[in-house]
């Protein structure tokens, strides 16, 4: 070996280094290497990979309409708004282990009887603020998950602050006005994004092996499948095709 290799450690460490890759055992260890490999005794390390696709919903999710039995009739003074579309849908992958996002503060501002943000990839631990911008006040909880976020007022101009320490998909619902939603999805690695408006996705560097992936929609997980993440796989196509809930406990 070249000593070149080896000039920035300390003199007695050099010693031991060159030392121990001189003799017999690292030697056998090195020519034993693939034969360990080809009987699964010694893992390689997982390559890095990426995950496209694109998921395609079906008509009543796409639709954007989430309570049919809602209805409202023309007064002649104030024109009724279009139909906007829904959030694009978001692919999260679990059971996979990757590094941690970092927790941080996302603001959600209320104004119009709209959030200016549905939907929230955060860390865990991160903490969303809430902010009341309209005249009216609103009764704000996770339904289903009160010990989590309970059902409380926040009243016009005031602050709320919840914090997620759990992995999940969540929904914070408005008592008054049940269109009014913000969707946080907290993730303990990087692997999830937001589709685009055609529904692709892209995942990058994901190791490879067994994954959950998760599709996000509509207020709900309505999709969910085993990935096989292996090099050069090809794209998946994910078909909607209910808008029924997903059990992902």
Known sequence: MNDSHVFRLAPTMRKRFLSYCSSPGFALRMAAAPALLSLGLWA?????ESVKGRVTLSETLESGRRFPGYWRVENG?????????????VVVMTDVKGPTPEAKTFSVDIAGFTVNKPTLLVGVSSVVEIRNGDKVPHDLSIPGQEALMPLERLAPGTLRRQKFP??????????????????????????????????????????????????????????EQTVDVQNNMKALQIDVASSSPVDSE
């Open 44 to 48: 390689a390390p997982a390559q890095a």
């Open 77 to 89: 003074a104030v024109p009724i708004a279009p139909l906007t579309n829904p959030d694009p849908p």
């Open 166 to 223: 759990v992995p999940g998909a969540y929904e914070i619902r408005s008592a008054q006005f049940p269109h009014l939603s913000i969707a946080v999805i907290v993730i303990d690695n990087p692997f999830a994004a937001a589709c685009d408006a055609k529904g692709n996705f892209k995942l990058p560097d994901m190791p490879e092996g067994k994954a959950t992936l998760k599709v996000w929609a509509h207020g709900q997980v309505v999709h």
